[in-house]
């Protein structure tokens, strides 16, 4: 995909950013860049290969599923304003 001037000027108005012409040209030698790797990348052949989530080769380090802290649900219900089966109430802000 090749850009020119008008079509980074449109990606600019889009986005509502206010561009100069000096650089809007940075911007389109950048995207023009990025496009170019995109189209190289793409053109590789990766039949065959199997598609991977890392690129490395490891799993994660899981620690054991243990309770931590004991249970305050109680004292912390103790002081709230307005507590009604177990939840806490709250002024309607949306009508």
């Given at each position: 995909m090749s850009l020119n001037l008008s079509d980074v000027k449109r990606i600019a108005h889009l986005a509502r950013v206010e561009i100069d012409d000096a650089d809007a040209e940075?911007?389109?030698?950048?995207?023009?860049?990025?496009?170019g790797?995109?189209?190289?990348?793409?053109?590789?052949?990766t039949d065959g290969i199997t598609p991977m989530s890392h690129s490395q080769d490891i799993t994660q380090r899981l620690r054991d599923d243990a309770?931590?802290?004991?249970?305050?649900?109680?004292?912390?219900?103790?002081?709230a304003p307005a507590v009604e089966g177990g939840l806490y109430l709250v002024p309607k802000v949306i009508e």
């Amino acid at each position: 995909m090749s850009l020119n001037l008008s079509d980074v000027k449109r990606i600019a108005h889009l986005a509502r950013v206010e561009i100069d012409d000096a650089d809007a040209e940075t911007a389109l030698r950048q995207l023009s860049g990025i496009l170019g790797l995109i189209a190289e990348m793409q053109s590789i052949n990766t039949d065959g290969i199997t598609p991977m989530s890392h690129s490395q080769d490891i799993t994660q380090r899981l620690r054991d599923d243990a309770v931590t802290e004991t249970d305050q649900r109680a004292l912390f219900q103790s002081v709230a304003p307005a507590v009604e089966g177990g939840l806490y109430l709250v002024p309607k802000v949306i009508e």
